[in-house]
């Protein structure tokens, strides 16, 4: 079984910058991807961005590319979401999660292709 904990999240302007990190335990010889999707009130979770396991393939969501980055580092089984230009539509709970899927496409973001879940971190964009 995996647990997931996310961390960084937290309150800044527009323009700003944040790191979240996701910690895993657990089982993960399963896992061949991990995404980040994120949740803002009475809107449903949209994936925001995926790695493969081995961090040979990124994807993004178009509201996110090029400005933020997913990497990971195995030793920790650790993977970091790197938010810049932040914007009030960034505002949302940011939740982390496995799959044991391979990522291509736009099928990612298929949130029941994914098993593990994270608590959450609230991150806040103020204009």
């Known amino acids: 079984q995996v647990q997931l904990m996310e961390s960084g999240g937290g309150s800044v302007q527009s323009g700003g910058s944040l790191r979240l990190s996701c910690a895993a335990s657990?089982?993960?010889?399963?896992?061949?991807?991990m995404a980040w999707f994120r949740q803002a009130p009475g809107k449903e979770r949209e994936g925001v961005a995926v790695?493969?396991?081995?961090?040979?393939?990124?994807l993004y969501a178009d509201a996110v590319k090029g400005r933020f980055t997913s990497s990971q580092d195995n030793a920790k089984k650790t993977v970091y979401l790197q938010m810049n230009s932040l914007n009030p539509d960034d505002t949302a709970m940011y939740y982390c999660?496995?799959?044991?899927?391979?990522?291509?496409?736009?099928?990612?973001?298929?949130?029941?292709?994914?098993?593990?879940w994270g608590q959450g971190t609230q991150v806040t964009v103020a204009s």
């Open positions: 657990g089982n993960l010889n399963s896992t061949n991807s």
């Open positions: 999660a496995t799959s044991s899927y391979l990522p291509y496409g736009n099928r990612w973001k298929l949130r029941d292709r994914y098993t593990a």
């Open positions: 790695i493969e396991h081995g961090g040979r393939t990124t």
